[in-house]
T-cell receptor, first 115, second 114 residues
Framework: QKEVEQDPGPLSVPEGAIVSLNCTYSNSAFQYFMWYRQYSRKGPELLMY????GNKEDGRFTAQVDKSSKYISLFIRDSQPSDSATYLCAMRRMNYGGSQGNLIFGKGTKLSVKP | SAVISQKPSRDICQRGTSLTIQCQVD?????MFWYRQQPGQSLTLIAT?????????ESGFVIDKFPISRPNLTFSTLTVSNMSPEDSSIYLCSVTGMGSYEQYFGPGTRLTVT
């Protein structure tokens, strides 16, 4: 079983839709959770960063972490064509540095928002 | 957030040659990392670049193939040695800022080996 699982999509939605992106993980030691957005031929851009369980909101984006279910989500409200990109989840164990601090990534979900 | 630049942005190289990729950050950072991103695959950590000492490599990556330097807190290089077509990939520099757990990525270097 991979440490982090993410449906690669592609996911296609109409403009204005609410988008739900998800990842599951197997290692209960993960404490720090991140979502990255990657446009074609660009590097990953950090969107959201959360620690432990709970919700975090930033504009149209909401990140949720459910550690009991080992499940994280990113919601995009009022989606725009400019949101079309690949979204990567990533997570890290509590301690930072060395092998304990490395980010483990999902494969990414490709999102297309149609005008 | 830190601003990260990489050189070159892309290159096409012949089998058996080597390429050095540079990573420059606009501010001092705590940690610097090198990742590989292959089509359809997760980002894979190659190594952590340690200032003033040998890099720490992940399983499956060795210093002879991917020598890394980090002479100061804002600069690092990754060399891909004796290249084969299997080394065709995007190579990404990544950093964490001072006193921060947030991790940022550079724009990447797209390498094609023929």
């Amino acid at each position: 079983q991979k440490e982090v699982e993410q449906d690669p999509g592609p996911l296609s939605v109409p403009e204005g839709a609410i988008v739900s992106l998800n990842c599951t993980y197997s290692n209960s030691a993960f404490q720090y959770f991140m979502w990255y957005r990657q446009y074609s031929r660009k590097g990953p851009e950090l969107l959201m960063y959360t620690y432990s369980s709970g919700n975090k909101e930033d504009g149209r984006f909401t990140a949720q972490v459910d550690k009991s279910s080992k499940y994280i989500s990113l919601f995009i409200r009022d989606s725009q064509p400019s949101d079309s990109a690949t979204y990567l989840c990533a997570m890290r164990r509590m301690n930072y540095g060395g092998s304990q601090g490395n980010l483990i990534f999902g494969k990414g979900t490709k999102l297309s928002v149609k005008p | 957030s830190a601003v990260i630049s990489q050189k070159p942005s892309r290159d096409i190289c012949q089998r058996g040659t080597s390429l050095t990729i540079q990573c420059q950050v606009d501010s001092q950072v705590t940690m610097m990392f090198w990742y590989r991103q292959q089509p359809g695959q997760s980002l894979t950590l190659i190594a952590t670049a340690n200032q003033g000492s040998e890099a720490t490599y992940e399983s499956g990556f060795v210093i002879d193939k991917f020598p890394i330097s980090r002479p100061n807190l804002t600069f690092s290089t990754l060399t891909v040695s004796n290249m084969s077509p299997e080394d065709s990939s995007i190579y990404l520099c990544s950093v964490t800022g001072m006193g921060s757990y947030e991790q940022y990525f550079g724009p990447g270097t797209r390498l094609t080996v023929t």
